[in-house]
């Protein structure tokens, strides 16, 4: 079912009496308490999709994410973010910066360089420029991810749907990251090339890029914040993605309370180079603390 | 001793800028439109590290997933369009005497470098230094720093997605040449890398030439690859017009 992106449609079924104050009140209250199929669930232990073994009240962020949508939010070192793809079509395009000192974002060239990996998988770390890790992916039931094309630009959408507008039919990536950036208070200067989940894509001995896809409807990432965040999502189309319309399905984002990745758990030992960057993030943390 | 090859523009044309990079130093210049940039790798093997930003509004600035994803293809070879985060032309590859360069290395830094090498190699001059020191002199801060291109290094990607910096395939003189599409900030950083083998463990220097090409602005020359617009890769599932 999920196609295009959420379109306000007109209220054509309900009539409204809101020819007085009075009036306009009664018939803005009664609009609450209704669902839509896209919405943050508050509080977040309310959400009807709570993921198994994550005890209601430890969550601390709930929504789902409409196709064609994007959401903001900041979170403490050690929350556990889970997404999850129910249909199969969403592709969660991913930016991340540090709550408090934003010009330590993510580096997708040292995501991919530092751990000498390009694929993106369970216990890969998700790098700042600045040495430290922002998120460690803890868990990864899709294994089709990308960390070279980044997202859509307007004109990409432009010349492939007709219209690459955040306020369209057929939103960017690029343009629903500029305005959840700016609801932070940042600035397409802090924007940098970001990473997608739940579409694969493969380099080939040439270079070629090889779209690869979904791998289904009911896989999830989970990522633990290593460091505070503050988290971008674009739910959008892979630029790469062949067909010809813009399909992209529900996106749900839950959080809760967990721990950040220490010596004894197996990321942190995973390598040298792994080891080196929880040990400048703890460090950089408890200096601060 | 190390051979030098100071090479020549490899866009033939009137010469209006001729800079030699020291090893291990930076460089900047606004590139005027339709002006062809020649970076000659002078002692072979010597990795460029190197942005792009619109030198009117520098927020609209070099983007690896956008040149990769346009032209469906993550090696840059002759006629890759450099693409904007904004997927618009900053650039293009009018000639290169390499098979492919590289845009997904990123560039080193102190930081990254404690990671890679140990905490021993803090004090290493790298190519973030270089990028922050030389973008100070344009306004441009560690905000303005996005994953890079590195002209002259190598970085093969496996079938199991193994990556990363292996020995270079370039020699003394080897060139490429990159067209300005709209008026450019280029940075360059001449890479001080030690401990990898991007600069073939010898940092030499970098020959900048700017030049009013003399023939038609779609020429392209000395070229490794396929010809110019958006066809450098050949992912038959891109077909999207070119902007």
Same mark, same amino acid.
């Given at each position: @079912?999920?196609?295009?992106?959420?379109?306000?449609?007109?209220?054509?079924?309900?009539?409204?009496?809101?020819?007085?104050?009075?009036?306009?009140?009664?018939?803005?209250?009664?609009?609450?308490?209704?669902?839509?199929?896209? @919405?943050?669930?508050?509080?977040?232990?309310?959400?009807?999709?709570?993921? !198994?073994?994550?005890?209601?009240?430890?969550?601390?962020?709930?929504?789902?994410?409409?196709?064609?949508?994007?959401?903001h939010?900041?979170?403490?070192?050690?929350?556990r973010?889970?997404?999850?793809?129910?249909?199969?079509?969403?592709?969660?395009?991913?930016?991340?910066?540090?709550?408090?000192?934003?010009?330590?974002?993510?580096?997708?060239?040292?995501?991919?360089?530092?751990?000498?990996?390009?694929?993106?998988?369970?216990?890969?770390?998700?790098?700042?420029?600045?040495?430290?890790?922002?998120?460690?992916?803890?868990?990864?039931?899709? !294994?089709r991810?990308?960390?070279?094309?980044?997202?859509?630009?307007?004109?990409?959408?432009?010349?492939?749907?007709?219209?690459?507008?955040?306020?369209?039919?057929?939103?960017s990536?690029?343009?629903?990251?500029?305005?959840?950036?700016?609801?932070?208070?940042?600035?397409?200067?802090?924007?940098?090339?970001?990473?997608?989940?739940?579409?694969?894509?493969?380099? !080939?001995?040439?270079?070629?890029?090889?779209?690869?896809?979904?791998? !289904?409807?009911?896989?999830?990432?989970?990522?633990?914040?290593?460091?505070?965040?503050?988290?971008?999502?674009?739910?959008?189309?892979?630029?790469?993605?062949?067909?010809?319309?813009?399909v992209?399905?529900?996106?749900?984002v839950?959080?809760?309370?967990?721990?950040?990745?220490?010596?004894?758990?197996?990321a942190?030992?995973?390598?040298?180079?792994?080891?080196?960057?929880?040990?400048?993030?703890?460090?950089?943390?408890?200096?601060?603390a | 001793?190390?051979?030098?090859?100071?090479?020549?523009?490899?866009?033939p044309?009137?010469?209006?800028?001729?800079?030699?990079?020291?090893?291990?130093?930076?460089?900047?210049?606004?590139? =005027?439109?339709?002006?062809?940039?020649?970076?000659?790798?002078?002692?072979?093997?010597?990795?460029?590290?190197?942005?792009?930003?619109?030198?009117?509004?520098?927020?609209?600035?070099?983007?690896?997933?956008?040149?990769?994803?346009?032209?469906?293809?993550?090696?840059?070879?002759?006629?890759t369009?450099?693409?904007?985060?904004?997927?618009?032309?900053?650039?293009?590859?009018?000639?290169?005497?390499?098979?492919?360069?590289?845009?997904?290395?990123?560039?080193?830094s102190?930081?990254s470098?404690?990671?890679?090498?140990?905490?021993?190699?803090?004090?290493?001059?790298?190519?973030?230094?270089?990028?922050?020191?030389?973008?100070?002199?344009?306004?441009?801060?560690?905000?303005?720093?996005?994953?890079?291109?590195?002209?002259?290094?190598?970085?093969?990607?496996?079938?199991?997605?193994?990556?990363?910096?292996?020995?270079?395939?370039?020699? =003394?003189?080897?060139?490429v040449?990159?067209?300005?599409?709209?008026?450019?900030?280029?940075?360059?950083?001449?890479?001080?890398?030690?401990?990898? =083998?991007?600069?073939?463990?010898?940092?030499?220097?970098?020959?900048?030439?700017?030049?009013?090409?003399?023939?038609?602005?779609?020429?392209?020359?000395?070229?490794?690859?396929?010809?110019?617009?958006?066809?450098?890769?050949?992912?038959?599932?891109?077909?999207? =017009?070119?902007?």
């Amino acid at each position: @079912m999920p196609t295009t992106a959420e379109q306000h449609q007109p209220d054509h079924q309900t009539e409204h009496q809101t020819d007085t104050v009075s009036a306009a009140r009664q018939d803005a209250r009664a609009q609450g308490g209704r669902t839509a199929d896209a @919405m943050p669930y508050v509080p977040a232990s309310s959400s009807p999709y709570i993921p !198994g073994g994550v005890p209601a009240e430890a969550l601390t962020w709930a929504q789902t994410v409409a196709p064609g949508g994007y959401t903001h939010r900041v979170v403490a070192r050690g929350t556990r973010i889970r997404l999850d793809d129910p249909t199969g079509d969403a592709c969660a395009h991913l930016f991340l910066l540090r709550a408090g000192a934003p010009y330590e974002r993510l580096n997708v060239a040292d995501t991919v360089k530092v751990p000498w990996q390009a694929y993106l998988g369970a216990g890969h770390p998700l790098l700042s420029g600045d040495g430290r890790v922002l998120a460690t992916v803890a868990l990864d039931s899709s !294994g089709r991810h990308d960390a070279f094309c980044g997202t859509s630009s307007e004109l990409w959408n432009a010349a492939k749907y007709g219209d690459g507008r955040p306020e369209g039919p057929s939103p960017s990536g690029q343009s629903l990251f500029t305005v959840a950036a700016a609801h932070q208070g940042l600035t397409q200067r802090d924007l940098g090339p970001s990473i997608s989940f739940f579409q694969g894509v493969r380099i !080939g001995a040439d270079g070629a890029t090889d779209w690869t896809g979904s791998a !289904g409807a009911g896989t999830a990432v989970e990522l633990i914040a290593e460091l505070p965040l503050i988290v971008l999502i674009a739910n959008v189309p892979h630029p790469l993605d062949p067909r010809e319309q813009y399909v992209v399905g529900p996106l749900r984002v839950h959080a809760w309370r967990s721990t950040p990745t220490g010596p004894g758990d197996p990321a942190f030992a995973a390598s040298p180079e792994r080891t080196r960057a929880y040990l400048n993030t703890i460090d950089d943390w408890e200096s601060r603390a | 001793m190390t051979v030098l090859d100071w090479s020549h523009p490899l866009v033939p044309g009137a010469v209006t800028r001729d800079d030699r990079v020291a090893p291990r130093a930076s460089w900047s210049a606004v590139v =005027p439109a339709g002006q062809v940039l020649t970076i000659v790798d002078v002692g072979g093997n010597q990795s460029a590290d190197c942005l792009i930003f619109d030198a009117a509004d520098p927020a609209e600035r070099y983007s690896v997933p956008d040149t990769i994803t346009w032209q469906g293809n993550a090696y840059v070879r002759t006629g890759t369009v450099l693409r904007s985060n904004l997927g618009a032309p900053l650039m293009t590859v009018v000639g290169n005497e390499l098979d492919r360069q590289d845009t997904i290395g990123g560039a080193c830094s102190k930081a990254s470098n404690t990671l890679r090498y140990g905490h021993h190699t803090a004090f290493h001059h790298a190519c973030r230094e270089n990028f922050l020191s030389e973008g100070a002199k344009h306004g441009l801060g560690a905000r303005d720093l996005v994953s890079n291109l590195n002209w002259f290094m190598n970085v093969p990607v496996e079938a199991d997605g193994s990556l990363g910096i292996v020995d270079g395939m370039s020699a =003394p003189g080897k060139r490429v040449a990159l067209r300005a599409e709209r008026d450019v900030l280029v940075v360059v950083s001449n890479c001080p890398q030690m401990n990898n =083998p991007c600069n073939a463990f010898d940092c030499t220097p970098l020959r900048m030439i700017v030049t009013v090409p003399a023939g038609p602005a779609d020429d392209t020359v000395g070229t490794v690859g396929d010809p110019v617009g958006d066809t450098a890769g050949t992912d038959a599932t891109t077909e999207y =017009p070119t902007a």
